[in-house]
């Protein structure tokens, strides 16, 4: 069931929809242009937006779309605010260390705009909740982050005949399009399955330009206004992309695929599935490590290493974590291992460590494989050897 | 004939972290074939383990989706720029 936690400012409901004197003066840039005009912010007024996710994209999303005067603006998220959000989650401060996103962003978007309603789930989407949440709003805007709730939105915006503004982002690039608009494609269309979540990037390859959520979420922004006003080409049969490395954007031509198994014209998707399972994933997000790894715990290590064992550590990061910190390991980056295993002395008590043990995890099976056999992988990574053994440790 | 193959950022990694790749191709497989043997890790992130194209990764012939075209036969002309685009999911980025 849908989790409906708090709903601000008066509905809009049947009465007819009228600007105040305070909303004309707050509103006048769009007022007097005649793309928008009063006919366009009434239909602002009178629209209903979800927006899944306060995230990167979320933010920008959030704050234009409350700032432009839509009526009723939802948004779901379940998550708490941490440190490292606030590198390009613009919706938040640093006050809001701690806080659930939902309430922060409530509070955002209510003293940014009075006039509007903001609905609040705090909630995580699944397949029981996203039809009854959905179904109140014309438009869903997806800013979230993973797969199954990428095909999840999708897959109920179908289902409810809903337009689905789409972006996404990794580091410097962003893809943006509109699916489930009439006629128009879904993201099926454009990607059937999902990767396995394997091959799916890691952390060592992760990150992103704060910026670039901004740039991305800004644009869903503009097509989610568009849509409502009724004006311009909206973005439908056509993936943008967004490289802002080299700031460009290029166009792909995105098709309607007659054979999808959601929009298709013998769709077979006719109810939400278990997104977890079709995308490979069983419970939260990446598989578990395997658990019969050797480990040692960062408070074991540092005993041995104040005993004086002959411990060899290596560091399986980047080269560019080893400058945020490090323990002084030998570094070599785990996609370098199997090229450069002759570096290491098999003889010798090797422990390896990453960031969060996941990375040093795949480097003690494969040395272990390669014929290494005293190989410990340092539990919970230099994470946990900050919280365990020495908190001068930056933790990023 | 020469043809650009624009590498996405996930999978330059992968390509000697370049952003694209001259290749030698008269069709859309032979310029994947051309950049997976030089590049042979790029190769499981492509293709699966029938050796076809994985269904999170689209190809496009400057804005055509091959899938549209002659798919891996589709011909390729001098200039023509082959796109690689696969499925990314990141709104914030889930780290591990």
Same mark, same amino acid.
């Given at each position: 069931?849908?989790?409906?936690?708090?709903?601000?400012?008066?509905?809009?409901?049947?009465?007819?929809?009228?600007?105040?004197?305070?909303?004309?003066?707050?509103?006048?840039?769009?007022?007097?242009?005649?793309?928008?005009?009063?006919?366009?912010?009434?239909?602002?007024?009178?629209?209903?937006?979800?927006?899944?996710?306060?995230?990167?994209?979320?933010?920008?999303?959030?704050?234009?779309?409350?700032?432009?005067?839509?009526?009723?603006?939802?948004?779901?998220?379940?998550?708490?605010?941490?440190?490292?959000?606030?590198?390009?989650?613009?919706?938040?401060?640093?006050?809001?260390?701690?806080?659930?996103?939902?309430?922060?962003?409530?509070?955002?978007?209510?003293?940014?705009?009075?006039?509007?309603?903001?609905?609040?789930?705090?909630?995580?989407?699944?397949?029981?909740?996203?039809?009854?949440?959905?179904?109140?709003?014309?438009?869903?805007?997806?800013?979230?982050?993973?797969?199954?709730?990428?095909?999840?939105?999708?897959?109920?915006?179908?289902?409810?005949?809903?337009?689905?503004?789409?972006?996404?982002?990794?580091?410097?690039?962003?893809?943006?399009?509109?699916?489930?608009?009439?006629?128009?494609?879904?993201?099926?269309?454009?990607?059937?399955?999902?990767?396995?979540?394997?091959?799916?990037?890691?952390?060592?390859?992760?990150?992103?330009?704060?910026?670039?959520?901004?740039?991305?979420?800004?644009?869903?922004?503009?097509?989610?206004?568009?849509?409502?006003?009724?004006?311009?080409?909206?973005?439908?049969?056509?993936?943008?992309?967004?490289?802002?490395?080299?700031?460009?954007?290029?166009?792909?031509?995105?098709?309607?695929?007659?054979?999808?198994?959601?929009?298709?014209?013998?769709?077979?998707?006719?109810?939400?599935?278990?997104?977890?399972?079709?995308?490979?994933?069983?419970?939260?997000?990446?598989?578990?490590?395997?658990?019969?790894?050797?480990?040692?715990?960062?408070?074991?290590?540092?005993?041995?290493?104040?005993?004086?064992?002959?411990?060899?550590?290596?560091?399986?990061?980047?080269?560019?974590?080893?400058?945020?910190?490090?323990?002084?390991?030998?570094?070599?980056?785990?996609?370098?291992?199997?090229?450069?295993?002759?570096?290491?002395?098999?003889?010798?008590?090797?422990?390896?460590?990453?960031?969060?043990?996941?990375?040093?995890?795949?480097?003690?099976?494969?040395?272990?494989?390669?014929?290494?056999?005293?190989?410990?992988?340092?539990?919970?990574?230099?994470?946990?050897?900050?919280?365990?053994?020495?908190?001068?440790?930056?933790?990023? | 004939?020469?043809?650009?193959?624009?590498?996405?950022?996930?999978?330059?990694?992968?390509?000697?972290?370049?952003?694209?790749?001259? @290749?030698?191709?008269?069709?859309?497989? +032979?310029?994947?074939?051309? /950049?997976?043997?030089?590049?042979?890790? $790029? &190769?499981?992130?492509?293709?699966?383990?029938?050796?076809?194209?994985?269904?999170? @990764?689209?190809?496009?012939?400057?804005? +055509?989706?091959?899938?549209? /075209?002659?798919?891996?036969?589709?011909? $390729? &002309?001098?200039?023509?720029?082959?796109?690689?685009?696969?499925?990314?999911?990141?709104?914030?980025?889930?780290?591990?």
């Amino acid at each position: 069931m849908a989790t409906k936690i708090g709903i601000s400012a008066p509905a809009t409901g049947e009465q007819p929809v009228t600007l105040s004197n305070e909303e004309v003066l707050r509103y006048s840039r769009h007022l007097i242009m005649p793309e928008v005009g009063m006919d366009g912010q009434l239909k602002l007024k009178r629209a209903k937006i979800l927006c899944v996710g306060t995230g990167g994209l979320g933010a920008p999303l959030g704050l234009y779309l409350a700032a432009a005067g839509v009526g009723r603006i939802g948004i779901v998220d379940f998550d708490v605010v941490d440190r490292t959000n606030l590198q390009r989650q613009i919706l938040f401060s640093s006050g809001d260390v701690g806080r659930p996103k939902i309430e922060a962003a409530a509070q955002r978007l209510r003293g940014l705009n009075p006039d509007i309603q903001i609905d609040t789930f705090k909630t995580k989407l699944t397949s029981d909740n996203a039809l009854d949440i959905f179904r109140d709003y014309d438009i869903i805007v997806d800013g979230t982050d993973n797969f199954p709730t990428r095909y999840l939105v999708n897959d109920a915006s179908v289902l409810l005949k809903k337009p689905n503004v789409y972006g996404s982002i990794f580091r410097f690039e962003g893809q943006i399009t509109v699916f489930g608009y009439p006629d128009g494609p879904c993201y099926r269309c454009l990607y059937p399955e999902p990767p396995p979540p394997g091959l799916v990037p890691s952390c060592a390859e992760g990150g992103v330009l704060g910026v670039l959520p901004g740039i991305v979420g800004a644009i869903q922004a503009a097509e989610a206004l568009k849509l409502i006003i009724g004006k311009g080409e909206p973005l439908v049969g056509r993936l943008l992309l967004f490289d802002a490395l080299g700031m460009r954007f290029r166009e792909l031509k995105l098709r309607k695929n007659p054979d999808c198994p959601a929009c298709g014209t013998h769709a077979t998707i006719t109810k939400l599935i278990d997104y977890a399972e079709f995308c490979g994933i069983r419970g939260e997000e990446a598989p578990m490590p395997q658990n019969n790894v050797p480990e040692i715990t960062p408070r074991e290590l540092k005993s041995r290493l104040d005993r004086g064992d002959d411990l060899f550590i290596l560091d399986v990061r980047e080269p560019h974590e080893y400058q945020i910190c490090n323990l002084g390991g030998y570094l070599i980056p785990l996609g370098e291992l199997s090229r450069r295993v002759n570096e290491l002395d098999s003889s010798r008590e090797v422990i390896a460590h990453c960031r969060s043990g996941k990375r040093s995890t795949e480097a003690t099976v494969f040395l272990r494989n390669a014929g290494f056999r005293k190989v410990l992988n340092l539990k919970g990574g230099i994470l946990a050897w900050s919280d365990e053994v020495d908190p001068s440790v930056p933790k990023y | 004939m020469p043809v650009k193959v624009i590498i996405p950022t996930p999978l330059r990694a992968y390509a000697g972290k370049q952003e694209s790749v001259e @290749v030698q191709a008269a069709t859309v497989g +032979e310029a994947l074939d051309s /950049l997976t043997s030089q590049y042979q890790n $790029l &190769k499981q992130h492509l293709f699966g383990d029938d050796g076809r194209l994985r269904s999170f @990764v689209n190809v496009y012939v400057n804005d +055509e989706d091959i899938r549209y /075209l002659q798919k891996d036969q589709t011909r $390729l &002309k001098e200039g023509d720029t082959v796109s690689i685009v696969p499925s990314i999911a990141g709104g914030t980025h889930a780290r591990t």
